[in-house]
DNA sequence: GGCCGTGTTGTGACCGCTCACAATCCTCGC
DNA sequence: GCGAGGATTGTGAGCGGTCACAACACGGCC
């Protein structure tokens, strides 16, 4: 049985076709009559060019189905329209959705964007030399220690702009960058449960950006400044890891202690995990326990029971930080004050009052 | 209340730093009292230099912190190791998978990739144009109408491979492509849900990639054939669109049909939505209904209940439409016969026997 | 000692485009 | 009818590398 398939035309000397390679302003040039220079005068745009000479090398174009080499027009002018995000994470809802925010954004502003995985094994200096020496300019998205640890290492010469998870600590902003106040959304969300009579609330996170400085993980910090300021003790927080597997984990351990009945998570997956482990154990959802999650992907309103979560606007947060890069690399461009959606509670079923 | 933040570090014009541009070889050549074609030699590793020429050089580079330039280089040798993705979705389980798979590989080979999102919008030959022009190659995710299209109209002359949602009908085949046999994977889920006792299986489709040739929809195929082995006529396929919400308004129809009690979905999103409108009309799963989706995406074992479906090799996909890009591109190398793990169905808790 | 072959290095041209500047054309005003 | 000045066009150089080839050094051979 085939189970999968492909094709592919011949060996790797394409016999017929291929070959002739593409045609240059030289080329457009002699067949319109003229020098390349003037080919180089329509195909910008310059204003001093005669109508009727404009005209013949337009077709000359046309026939020849010239393309203005980009990589030679980099060499020369100088300007590399090109975008590469160093990201740890391509797949994770958070990720996806910035890199598609930004390729938006890129994309409307004419610009190309490149897309480089960062991982533990490769030597990171090495990498961003690499990216960097395809010109143009680097997003970093410093959501997690890796993607914090590349934009730190980012020399000072290349134009870079970050997308991270909170504010850089306040002495010397090293790079432009942008992130969401997680920190009050977290507060808020936390709130919500303290408001719906859960004496505590547990807190499931994400793995850190920073080395240890807690003040760094800002969901982690808002719960705990709920908690405390509501007279609570925070309990301790669990989770090692980004996916529903980690929730799961974390959920397990959570399900087994009767005193648990309002968990906040640092992210929709996570969540996820945690209602299926508190499903196992046959406790309830919103009934015994209430479960709020992060990031409001896309399937969240879709599970059963629907997920409470916070929205965050990281299509937003994608553009704003593409804005921040234009900004350094046009000198003439101005980036607009980030317009991003504030983060949101949106309440739906995993919630409940204690009481209920 | 500060919902969002930035920072960037002054204006546009870096009063300090930033400005001194990187070495090239001649600085390099210089540095080292030596000629600039040397140099060359050097960082391409040329058998003939001498040994206390080439640290002396070395030297000069790492004091000098060179690093080749990439434009140039491309200009000069005329070999671009990039690859371009055009596809039409970065944010889907199946495409992101994809694109993970292909970055991967495409990594390991010192490539380095582009993406490029396909809208209905924009010019499809201008935008393969432009994504042509930067060097490389495409590779195409071609899953749907957008992506196909594209692949019918990159010019025979620009390297291309694609991984599309079916094998390209039998006569010229347009282009090297990968894809998996999801043909026969639905027909084998279709059986299993018929060997469970359920008297016919409704599809909640995909969007076909394909204008009307129906044979080109393998997913629907599949399941239309087992359904005709079995003596059964295939009900009509219902669902328009890829996502859950999509999925919701189908399973809404459906659930108010009592004779539907299996339901194949074109993907998990689908099914999720699908779930959920069973869920709201009172019908269990699987207790009343079955449902089976289609690529294993990672939260679908999470969910409540655990999904049956087929288990998707995307990233081998992506892998594989890479190696064939490759092949392409660099005339000595031999792609390796795709590997990619076949079709599997994944039994979970969605499905179960008729009269259970 | 002169010749040759190999190892090592340097020079020139070029990739396809841009920039700066010089050369030519035209039109106008006196 | 002629010079000024703007419009239009062409030439040379260079972006940072590569390639092809020439030049030079060295040792071994006759």
Redesign the pocket.
């Known amino acids: 049985m085939v189970v999968t398939g492909h094709t592919s035309s011949g060996g790797p000397a394409d016999p017929q076709g291929s070959q002739q ?1 593409p045609a ?3 080329d457009v040039a002699q067949a319109a009559g ?5 080919v ?2 329509v ?2 745009d310059h ?4 109508e009727e ?1 404009r005209r013949r090398v337009e077709e000359a174009i046309e026939a020849l189905g010239f393309r ?2 980009a990589t ?2 980099a ?3 100088g300007v590399t329209k090109t975008v590469t995000v160093l990201t740890s994470n391509t797949v994770l809802y958070g990720y996806a959705a910035t890199l598609q925010g930004l390729e938006e954004a890129a994309r409307a502003a004419g610009y190309s964007v490149g897309v480089r995985v960062l991982t533990p094994e490769d030597d990171l200096d090495r990498t961003i030399a690499t990216a960097a020496a395809a010109g143009g300019g680097l997003v970093v998205i410093g959501f997690d220690r890796l993607g914090a640890a590349a934009l730190d290492r980012v020399p000072s010469n290349v134009p870079c702009a970050a997308a991270v998870e909170a504010p850089p600590p306040g002495r010397t902003p090293p790079r432009p960058a942008v992130w969401v106040d997680d920190r009050t959304a977290s507060r808020a969300a936390t709130e919500y449960l303290l408001d719906l009579g859960h004496e505590t609330v547990h807190y499931v996170a994400i793995p850190a950006s920073t080395g240890s400085r807690r003040s760094a993980a800002p969901r982690a910090e808002g719960w705990r400044q709920a908690l405390v300021a509501a007279g609570v003790t925070p309990p301790p927080p669990t989770g090692k890891g980004w996916d529903a597997q980690a929730g799961y984990d974390a959920g397990r351990k959570l399900a087994r202690d009767p005193g648990v009945t309002a968990i906040l998570c640092g992210n929709d997956d996570l969540a996820l995990g945690v209602l299926r482990a508190l499903h196992h154990a046959g406790r309830s959802v919103p009934g015994d326990v209430s479960v709020i999650g992060f990031d409001d992907a896309p399937h969240s309103q879709f599970i059963t029971p629907a997920l409470t979560t916070v929205r965050l606007d990281f299509q937003g947060l994608g553009r704003s930080a593409f804005g921040l890069l234009r900004g350094q690399l046009e000198s003439d461009f101005q980036p607009p004050e980030p317009t991003l959606a504030g983060p949101e509670l949106v309440r739906r079923e995993s919630t409940g009052s204690r009481d209920a």
């Open positions: 390679k240059s302003i030289r003229v020098s390349y220079q003037t180089s005068r195909i910008n204003p001093n060019v005669k000479t203005r080499n030679a027009f060499l020369a002018s």
